[in-house]
T-cell receptor, first 113, second 117 residues
Framework: AQSVTQLDSHVSVSEGTPVLLRCNYS??????LFWYVQHPNKGLQLLLK??????LVKGINGFEAEFKKSETSFHLTKPSAHMSDAAEYFC???????????FGPGTRLSVLP | ETGVTQSPTHLIKTRGQQVTLRCSSQ?????VSWYQQALGQGPQFIFQ???????GRGNFPPRFSGLQFPNYSSELNVNALELDDSALYLC????????????????FGEGSRLTVL
């Protein structure tokens, strides 16, 4: 069975400072991992994905994540937060069959002026 | 914009009633998945359809059922509504098919928010 843990339910940063959203996963298979973002009253948008290619993955809007198999982690980072980054972020794992995308509970990112 | 549209956007039902939610797939996407997102939680997988057949199911009771049509649009039906069914229901489509290797991106609609009173 697969599972995802997002270690922080809420992260608050000041505009212009770095962002770190933490994610640990459990999977019996070689996983594919994703980060999705959900703005209020909006659907989910893909930020980036890891599918067994390069371990450092770059996504949209300056976000990136590093897959660390030894630590079973896939933390999301951004060098400098922008007000528009305020949203809910979900770490997601799926197996090779791509049937069941397992979502973490989410981390709410607040960006302070 | 993902090209995935869901209807209705909001609806209110009473306990025991039945509801049908609809999803129009992005062009060329033959796989559709449905998720339930309760307030303050991550989406939970309900089921997936591939070319009109159910292709995987999460931990939801049989009163949650679905259909996929030849044009790949889809319906989610929930019978005998319970208060705990109140949630945002998300439809997600993808161009992948059944089996190994389908680990591509999911394209989400904006959801149907169901309130059960």
């Amino acid at each position: 069975a697969q599972s995802v843990t997002q270690l922080d339910s809420h992260v608050s940063v000041s505009e212009g400072t770095p962002v770190l959203l933490r994610c640990n996963y459990s999977s019996s298979y070689s996983p594919s991992l994703f980060w999705y973002v959900q703005h209020p009253n909006k659907g989910l948008q893909l930020l980036l994905k890891y599918t067994s290619a390069a371990t450092l993955v770059k996504g949209i809007n300056g976000f990136e994540a590093e897959f660390k198999k030894s630590e079973t982690s896939f933390h999301l980072t951004k060098p400098s937060a922008h007000m528009s980054d305020a949203a809910e972020y979900f770490c997601v794992v799926t197996d090779n069959y791509g049937q069941n995308f397992v979502f973490g509970p989410g981390t709410r990112l607040s960006v302070l002026p | 914009e993902t090209g995935v549209t869901q209807s209705p956007t909001h609806l209110i039902k009473t306990r025991g009633q039945q509801v049908t939610l609809r999803c129009s797939s992005q062009s060329g996407h033959n796989t559709v998945s449905w998720y339930q997102q309760a307030l303050g939680q991550g989406p939970q997988f309900i089921f997936q359809y591939y070319r009109e057949e159910e292709n995987g199911r999460g931990n939801f009771p049989p009163r949650f059922s679905g259909l996929q049509f030849p044009n790949y649009s889809s319906e989610l039906n929930v019978n005998a509504l319970e208060l705990d069914d109140s949630a945002l229901y998300l439809c997600a489509t993808s161009p992948g098919g059944r089996g190994r290797g389908n680990t591509g991106e999911l394209f989400f609609g904006e959801g149907s928010r169901l309130t059960v009173l």
